[in-house]
């Protein structure tokens, strides 16, 4: 049984970075698929941060590129987001995910229970 | 790039079928059958229901089915239960090579 646990601070100062690591259980990340971070924003609905190939290749949304590291380490069966530069808009629960790849839309079929991040200012 | 467009509620008795529907553009719906449907309901981590517009992952009832017609996805919901009441977000690929969520509907069994 697959399941992923995310964890990291629950606090973090406006203008610095957050840090979030997803620990993997049940399947070696590096074997397949990609994996994602997902957020929910209080009142607003989920937005897609960018997803790791299985073999370390990123993609990421394009609104919030410039901001945004994933990355894989295999030896851990884990994967990390970084986001610099939080401002209060990044305020959400962030989720991280199996992400099914290209050839199934890129659909997020196993999910972690989510961590609530807060910027504070 | 702006999110796919849904109605903000939907709601129906038991037993009744409700459908909501997922609008984009040419550069996200339009082009891809690639788009998945989830439901969250509050407090618990979003369960992907349906993935590449029609396909149901196992254990998913087929109460639930996709599809698609231009830029326009839906989600049609059978024989609704109790246990349907919860939020549902359409995502859709573009051509940014991005994924793009829909602002999420939120289902009320009535």
């Known amino acids: 049984q697959v399941q992923l646990q995310e964890s990291g601070p629950k606090l973090v100062k406006a203008s610095e970075t957050l840090s979030l690591t997803c620990i993997v259980s049940?399947?070696?990340?590096?074997?397949?698929?990609?994996w994602g971070w997902v957020r929910h924003i209080p009142g607003k609905g989920l937005e897609w941060i960018g997803s790791v190939f299985h073999s370390g290749t990123t993609y990421y949304n394009p609104s919030l590129k410039s901001r945004v590291t994933i990355s894989m380490a295999t030896s851990r069966n884990q994967f990390s987001l970084t986001l610099s530069s939080v401002t209060a808009a990044d305020t959400a629960v962030y989720h991280c995910?199996?992400?099914?790849?290209?050839?199934?839309?890129?659909?997020?079929?196993?999910w972690g229970q989510g961590t609530m991040v807060t910027v504070s200012s | 790039q702006s999110a796919l467009t849904q109605p903000p509620s939907v709601s129906g008795s038991p037993g009744q079928s409700v459908t909501i529907s997922c609008t984009g553009t040419?550069?996200?719906?339009?082009?891809?059958?690639?788009v998945s449907w989830y439901q969250q309901p509050p407090g618990t981590a979003p369960k992907l229901m349906i993935y590449e517009v029609s396909n149901r992952p196992s254990g998913v009832p087929d109460r639930f089915s996709g599809s698609k017609s231009g830029n326009t996805a839906s989600l049609t919901i059978s024989g609704l239960q109790a246990e349907d009441e919860a939020d549902y977000y359409c995502t859709s690929y573009t051509t940014s090579s991005a994924l793009l969520f829909g602002g999420g509907t939120k289902l009320t069994v009535l």
């Open positions: 049940g399947y070696s990340i590096g074997t397949g698929y990609s």
């Open positions: 995910a199996r992400d099914m790849g290209y050839a199934y839309g890129h659909a997020f079929d196993i």
């Open positions: 040419s550069s996200d719906v339009g082009t891809y059958n690639r």
